[in-house]
């Protein structure tokens, strides 16, 4: 219980106005959202789903959401995010260190020294694909 005059912690989700109403918004379920989008054969990173949610300074964030991305349900496809550079910088969270690339090249996206090799024509921007 939080203390008289203080913020209750339970409360304490960012609110949206979405259609006219006031609304707590979850972050961990937006990047999980956003992530269940982006379409096999592409990746994204972690910056441009936090740009797209409206929280640009909260890569690491998008980040931390993905190491939990393996008990979500319905499934994230959490594989196909990596560094603003296209390097897979979250493989060790996938059981073994060859199982997101092991992913992604099956999915077609071809992988070398950990790096994404056609990052840039790969790349699905959620601010592109996605309404606002």
């Known amino acids: ?21 006031v609304q707590q918004r979850d ?44 008990a979500a349900r319905p499934p994230v496809p959490a594989h196909r995010v990596v560094n603003r550079s296209g390097l ?8 073994s260190p060859m199982r997101m690339q092991e992913l992604l090249e099956a999915e077609g996206v071809r992988v070398r020294n950990d790096q994404v090799l056609d990052f840039h024509a790969r790349f699905w921007d959620p601010s592109e694909h996605l309404g606002p």
């Open 1 to 21: 219980m939080a203390k008289k005059g203080s913020p209750d912690r339970r409360s304490s989700a960012r609110k949206q106005v979405r259609d006219g109403a």
């Open 88 to 95: 897979l910088t979250g493989k060790h969270h996938f059981g």
């Open 27 to 70: 972050f961990f379920a937006d990047v999980m959202d956003v992530v269940r989008e982006v379409p096999a054969g592409r990746v994204t990173s972690y910056g441009a789903i936090a740009r797209y949610l409206g929280s640009a300074r909260s890569a690491r964030l998008v980040g931390y959401c993905m190491n939990n991305a393996h």
